[in-house]
């Protein structure tokens, strides 16, 4: 596997030294700030950081009957409430009193730390630093600070709890059979979604931090012993490689760390479901789950992954296998059919049954423009259509789509502006468009056809093989994360043309396909 | 395990050299066979295609001897530095001449066959940018283009042939070897300009995985299109008849056009569109050669640049022929230094085994 090495700019190196300085001015930090064992010092030096903002709650208690100040800090709306009353205040406050009693101890100040943190709270989770920087962090990710008078070490209490989202169908890839949840916006959430569904100790989940300001949790998720190091390293790399403010979705870190920014097509494919996730884990692939986002990113993809669906390995292969040859056909509509159009009208009407072409003549005959003005007309049409639908809430967008759709058709061609047939190829064409099961794939292919129309409109048919052939030179020149992007075509993989336009047998699939080059290409043994 | 992966495989050499040979040329060979052979025009192209295996089996020798070269470097090792750069210079006139040949040749059916008004330097200019394209892609790029292109080109031509054969008239192959066996040695002359292509094997022997198994790999790409020539020929023949095969200017669009239905009406501008694809790679890969000769003849490694001189070049040279006589005298002379180009190879294979050059 080709790593690509993406190098910074030497003659860039001084300026982004330079902004690099700018930004940690204005970025607060506490890196420099030491912890000392007053707790009133270190009490000052959070609020030095967070007494501005109103939704950070401070809390000072006492010890049980004793005079040991304490303290808690948090941020409200991220924390489970009844945790922090029934776990940490209240023994805190009252029953160490009983415990200490009982053990005939006594709570002095030099024990105190050591007596709350393994006698008296109640959570799991539960983490210490001395780092003043780290436990702001940790803070603001949603977890408690307990501060105990003469230590200069922290507890961090886990209380994570806010409110998110549930569990929900994934919207942009349904399925008829198969499962029907789907990614949230809870990291944590989607981890455990993957832990369900595959119980090997080897599938590791690595979470770091990026984003100077939002420190988004990223984590990738992969299986020791399938992934390849070198694809590993490549992520790490690129990963690492990666310096900016905020990572806002998962769409925004595939575009910082894909291979091809030249390019309509995604290299990394995103998806909501996590049993899709976890067959591609399987196939040496790796997962890339973002803090908020329902996302995730699976590394590397090739083209013709864009055209598969959970589904096909459900449903029995004669009948996926229809499907599959049915969505590459709608592929091949969906980019072409509007410039066939433009070229048979306008170039070569010989092409088509006479009687056809006579008909096309004829319902054209009162349209004013040439075609390709009424096939852009009508194609732009159906995207504004499209994006509206999409945008407006649910009823409302299905009644555009249908009011749009029926009315405007009929009624442009009622008003001369367009003929019949443009209408069906307008509808085909959309139609023809969202088989594809992945949504970023099919907007990169529905955004090829415009230049494709408008290079038929000159050279007819010649045009649209030149805009073929364009296609096919891109497609087999890039790749993503050193794999080629049009494998198991080209280069040509036999081995993995099982699972291509045919999907064979499931008995058949003994082998993992080699594009991820996993180290493990056993998938099943049967005799 | 990824250091295999780095160069062709051997199903893209057989593809890559299957595209070089099937391009411009399936659109006349059945009206060359005819005119030269007459209604042996068939065995023509099937004793044509006979000698092209031997000449590629020379070529891969020769090319298995030296795997880390390409011609242009080895003819110098073995002819000696000055000998070697004249040889190699007209191996960049052969190949420059020939991609210009069938950009010109391609342009003018296009003009006839599909697009009448269309200017020929638009068809040119769209052409060769899109080969501009490919080739600074590399010779990875031009081998997956052909793997991609290959089904689809098989499969057009593949209809053509099959869907004609209940029309095969078989009296029409009555008079067989009635003329001796002059007809037939004139048309496996004329017909090898056909098979020009399988030069690109010179080039190839470097970038493979495994160039030991160039022989294989080359002659496994040559087998395909001596079955599509000997089968268009064949068919070409029995459907139309020998003399108005070669009265036709496009014999096999002819073919074509006869199968056309209810649906296709116009089978033939189906076939032309894909037509279009195996010439747009013969060009690519004839300009790819052409720019990697002229890199190498100077000892440089990127090729790159030179792409960007020899385009203009190509262009011009296509531009130069104002009939088609004059396009006839730039095929004779493509004909002529093909053969001479492949024939080279004997005297330098015997030198080279002479001189025990290897490596």
Redesign the interface.
């Known amino acids: 596997?080709?790593i690509i090495q993406r190098k910074k700019n030497p003659k860039n190196k001084k300026i982004i030294e330079e902004r690099q300085k700018i930004n940690t001015k204005s970025e607060k930090r506490a890196s420099g700030l030491q912890l000392s064992t007053n707790l009133e010092e270190n009490y000052k030096k959070f609020q030095a950081f967070l007494k501005e903002s109103t939704d950070i709650v401070f809390r000072k208690f006492k010890l049980g009957k004793s005079d040991i100040d304490c303290a808690l800090i948090y941020v409200d709306g991220l924390i489970d409430k009844t945790v922090v009353h029934d776990a940490v205040l209240r023994p805190m406050m009252f029953e160490i009193s009983k415990l200490v009693s009982e053990l005939d101890n006594e709570l002095s100040a030099d024990k105190a730390y050591d007596f709350v943190l393994n006698h008296t709270i109640s959570v799991a989770d539960i983490k210490e630093t001395d780092n003043l920087d780290e436990a702001i962090l940790f803070v603001m990710s949603g977890e408690v600070a307990l501060l105990v008078d003469g230590f200069n070490k922290i507890i961090i209490v886990s209380a994570r709890g806010w409110p998110a989202r549930g569990i929900s169908d994934p919207d942009t890839e349904g399925v008829i059979r198969g499962a029907k949840e789907g990614f949230t916006e809870t990291l944590r959430t989607n981890t455990a979604l993957l832990r369900r569904k595959c119980k090997d100790p080897n599938m590791v989940i690595r979470t770091i931090r990026l984003g100077r300001r939002s420190k988004t949790d990223i984590a990738y998720i992969y299986i020791k012993g399938i992934t390849n190091d070198?694809l590993l390293k490549e992520l790490e790399e690129r990963l690492s490689r990666i310096d900016i403010d905020q990572i806002i979705d998962s769409g925004h870190l595939e575009q910082l760390i894909q291979d091809n920014t030249w390019s309509p097509l995604p290299q990394i494919q995103a998806t909501e479901r996590p049993d899709k996730a976890v067959a591609n884990l399987m196939e040496g692939r790796i997962l890339i789950l973002v803090d908020n986002s329902p996302f995730a990113l699976i590394i590397p993809s090739t083209f013709s992954q864009f055209f598969q669906s959970p589904e096909d390995y459900n449903e029995r292969w004669i009948v996926s296998t229809f499907i599959r040859i049915l969505r590459w056909i709608s592929s091949f509509l969906a980019v072409f059919t509007p410039a066939i159009y433009i070229s048979v009208v306008t170039?070569?009407p010989?092409?088509?049954?006479?009687r056809l072409a006579l008909s096309i003549a004829a319902t054209r005959a009162g349209v004013p423009f040439p075609s390709i003005i009424e096939a852009l007309l009508m194609e732009i049409t159906i995207e504004l259509l499209r994006e509206s639908g999409a945008r407006l809430p649910g009823a409302i967008g299905q009644t555009i789509g249908i009011v749009g759709g029926i009315i405007i058709g009929d009624a442009a061609v009622n008003a001369g502006l367009t003929s019949p047939i443009m209408v069906i190829v307008v509808a085909l064409t959309a139609i023809a468009s969202f088989v594809i099961p992945t949504y970023s794939a099919a907007v990169g292919l529905r955004t090829m056809r415009f230049p494709l129309m408008i290079i038929a409109s000159f050279?007819?048919?010649?045009?649209?093989?030149?805009g073929f052939?364009?296609i096919?030179?891109h497609l087999?020149?890039i790749k993503s994360f050193g794999v080629?992007y049009?494998s198991p075509?080209?280069?040509?993989i036999f081995q993995d043309m099982k699972d291509f336009v045919i999907r064979v047998p499931a008995r058949k699939m003994r082998k993992r396909p080699i594009q991820a080059?996993p180290i493990d290409m056993i998938r099943m043994d049967m005799d | 395990m990824n250091n295999k992966r780095k160069g062709l495989s051997n199903f893209q050499v057989s593809a890559i050299v299957t595209h070089s040979i099937i391009g411009l040329a399936i659109m006349f060979l059945p009206r060359r066979a005819a005119v030269y052979a007459g209604i042996d025009g068939a065995i023509a192209t099937l004793l044509a295609g006979v000698v092209t295996v031997v000449l590629v089996v020379l070529v891969a020798i020769l090319s298995m001897r030296h795997p880390c070269h390409t011609i242009i470097e080895y003819s110098k090792l073995i002819l000696g530095k000055y000998l070697g750069f004249a040889y190699g210079l007209f191996i960049v006139f052969y190949t420059l001449l020939t991609a210009s040949f069938i950009l010109r040749g391609f342009a003018d059916a296009m003009k006839i066959l599909l697009l009448p008004r269309t200017p020929l330097e638009v068809i040119m200019i769209c052409m060769i940018l899109i080969c501009l394209y490919c080739v600074h892609g590399g010779i990875i790029t031009i081998a997956r283009i052909c793997e991609i292109f290959l089904f689809p080109v098989l499969v057009v031509i593949g209809i053509t042939i099959v869907f004609n054969m209940p029309d095969v008239q078989l009296f029409r192959y009555r008079e067989s070897f009635s003329h001796g066996f002059k007809p037939i040695i004139m048309g496996i002359f004329n017909i090898m300009l056909a098979y020009q292509g399988y030069e690109v094997l010179f080039f190839l022997v470097p970038f493979m995985n495994n160039s030991r198994k160039a022989l294989y790999a080359g002659t496994g790409g040559l087998i395909i299109p001596v079955v599509v020539y000997t089968s268009l020929v064949f068919m070409a023949i029995g459907v139309i008849g020998a003399l108005p095969t070669a009265e036709l200017v496009f014999p096999t669009i002819h073919l074509a056009r006869r199968i056309g239905t209810d649906f296709f009406e116009r089978f033939d501008i189906f076939f032309l569109v894909f037509w279009i694809l195996s010439v747009f790679t013969s060009i690519v890969i004839y300009l790819y050669m052409a720019s990697l000769s002229l890199t190498r003849l100077f000892n440089l490694y990127n090729y790159k640049p030179f792409i960007f001189i020899l385009i203009p070049v190509c262009y011009a040279i296509a531009m130069l022929p104002q009939n088609i006589s004059q396009i006839n005298i730039l095929s004779d002379i493509i004909n002529f230094s093909g053969i001479l180009f492949t024939a080279s190879s004997i005297p330098l294979l015997i030198l080279s085994i002479i001189r025990k050059k290897r490596g």
């Open positions: 596997m080709k070198e170039y070569h010989g092409f088509i049954p006479t050279l007819g048919l010649y045009g649209v093989i030149i052939i364009i096919n030179i087999v020149s080629n049009m075509q080209a280069p040509t080059y």
